[in-house]
């Protein structure tokens, strides 16, 4: 047996697979007309890691370059030994993702419910297409690349098919991505456009679109498709540095909580498995809290977990409430809707592995509506650096947790921010202003802005007196001073906040 191979998730099956293979569900269960997700496995005791976590830290400075100075420059790629799937380091590909920041927020942490110093943000929007999706999309493009793929294609909500046009752009492989028609920001949708990927506007939503991609990659192998959605389980390899960065930035202290907006759920899925990964191979003796936020318009997740208390079971976990569920929306006509268009997802096909990520965290699922989301995502830019709505429901999952006490105002918690905040201006200037581009199309009059830190441009003539009073005599020149407490924090390491 190679040292890493796929391995299905269902204990009753378990088939394993070469890592050649290239499959989206178990092909055993398929036979047995179920369809269960596939994990990538390694076998650790062959494999060389270091002996402690601190050994990656050198890498941080590389500059770049070529070989091994182009791996080591990736916050994915210098943690190579924790996804050592490839066969051999030139099949990798990479365009210097994962470069991405932990701020300790301390204006914000006070805002919702923690004491300054305690909250931190990962700001996964600094990747080169902007978002969190860089951190897999590394892997599965090696992966496209191990089995020879030369088309790679994706369903998204836009920031997976952003992600994937730039890697596409960047290598010998054509990139095409299925989206639902008027269901994506303008950002991630011109980014597709720009880096030439062939752009589907189907007709329906996302769920609709992962459903024919998958269609045409499984049921039609003569068109050579390979898949990039999160089933791929090569992707969320790539996610787990997102786990490893948060850890490096901590001085490798693990957190009390990390809090993720929850779409596809293959982000929090990763998560989990890196801790699971990480404690069986000795680099780290506990293991944080997991928050998943969803938006109250696309909340499987929340139903399923939090309300009917469906649980992971050791992989036995009772699928037909899942189908009750699905079966339920469909009667009733529900249809996932969200500001975040980003997690506007009814069916995430990674449930299962969601349900054993927060068996292994102790996690906890809560659901924010539009109107918490847009506060949020204006306290984070106000704040902080800005992102995009749907990551900022992770910050409005926090506030809630700690208004509901399961949050302590000392816990240290990492908020993951996945999208940066110019993917969808659209929604922050209607916040800000009231404008909306579309009903401005439609010639629908202009509403006041109602959020509560709505920061409107001020209409001025073109006179120095006009415009000397707008700027007004008694606007404070300064940010509100941060507060005492936080100053002694300056001086210690991130690890004793
Ligand atoms: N945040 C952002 C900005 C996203 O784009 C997504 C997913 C999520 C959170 C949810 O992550 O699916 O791992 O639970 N976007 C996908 C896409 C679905 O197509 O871009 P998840």
């Given amino acids: 047996m190679d040292i890493a191979w796929q391995q299905c998730i269902d204990p009753d099956c378990a088939a394993t697979f070469g890592t050649d293979e290239i499959y989206v569900s178990c092909p055993t269960c398929t036979q047995h007309g179920k369809q269960s997700l596939l994990d990538v496995r390694y076998d650790w005791s062959r494999a060389v890691l270091p002996k402690a976590f601190c050994f990656f830290e050198h890498r941080w400075m590389t500059k770049g370059g070529h070989g091994t100075g182009q791996l080591d420059f990736s916050g994915v790629w210098r943690f190579r030994e924790l996804l050592p799937f490839y066969h051999d380091e030139q099949q990798i590909i990479t365009i210097g993702e994962g470069r991405t920041n932990l701020q300790n ?10 004491r300054p110093g305690r909250l931190f943000l990962q700001y996964e929007g600094l990747n080169p297409s902007g978002s969190f999706k860089d951190n897999g999309m590394t892997a599965a493009f090696t992966h496209a690349r191990m089995v020879g793929a030369n088309r790679v294609a994706c369903a998204s909500t836009g920031n997976t098919s ?55 990659a499984v049921d039609h192998p ?32 693990v957190p009390d909580w990390i809090v993720v907006p929850g779409g596809n759920l293959g982000n929090c899925s990763a998560f989990g498995k890196a801790f699971a990964e990480l404690v069986e191979v000795g680099l780290v ?3 944080p809290r997991l928050a998943v936020i969803q938006a109250a318009g696309a909340n499987p997740l929340y139903q399923l977990f939090t309300r009917q208390g469906l649980r992971w079971n050791d992989g036995r976990y009772d699928l037909d409430k899942v189908h009750a569920l699905y079966h339920q929306m469909d009667a009733d006509d529900v249809h ?49 650096f800005g992102c995009e709505p749907a990551s900022a429901a992770s910050v409005a999952g926090v506030h809630l947790l700690a208004e509901e006490g399961v949050i302590a105002k000392d816990d240290r918690v990492v908020c993951v921010l996945t999208g940066h905040e110019l993917k969808d201006p659209d929604t922050t200037v209607k916040y800000h202003t009231g404008i909306d581009q579309q009903a401005m199309q439609a010639k629908v009059p202009r509403h006041q802005p109602t959020g509560r830190l709505a920061n409107p441009p001020h209409p001025v003539p073109d006179d120095l007196d006009a415009i000397i009073a707008a700027i007004g005599v008694d606007v404070p020149t300064t940010l509100p001073a941060i507060p005492t407490d936080t100053k002694a924090l300056d001086h210690l390491p991130a690890s004793e906040y």
């Fill in 336 to 384: 996932p809707h969200t500001i975040a268009s980003a997690i506007e997802i009814g069916r995430p096909v990674n449930l299962p592995k969601a349900l054993r990520a927060l068996d292994l965290m102790d996690g906890v699922v809560r659901e924010v509506d539009d109107e918490a989301i847009l506060e949020h995502k204006a306290m984070v830019g106000r704040y902080g």
């Fill in 105 to 114: 927020a301390r204006l914000l942490a006070p805002q919702i419910g923690l």
């Fill in 222 to 253: 003569q068109m050579g498709v390979y898949l990039m959605n999160s089933v791929n389980p090569f992707r969320l390899e790539g996610q787990k540095a997102i786990v490893y960065r948060i850890l490096e930035a901590l001085d490798w202290q």
């Fill in 285 to 287: 003796d506990r293991i």
């Fill in 162 to 216: 952003a992600s994937l046009a730039m890697f596409a752009s960047l290598s010998d492989l054509l990139g095409i991505v299925f989206i639902g028609s008027g269901k994506i920001a303008y950002g991630k949708l011109s980014q597709a456009l720009d880096y030439g990927a062939r752009t589907l506007q189907i007709q329906g939503d996302f769920d609709a679109c992962l459903r024919r991609v998958r269609q045409i």
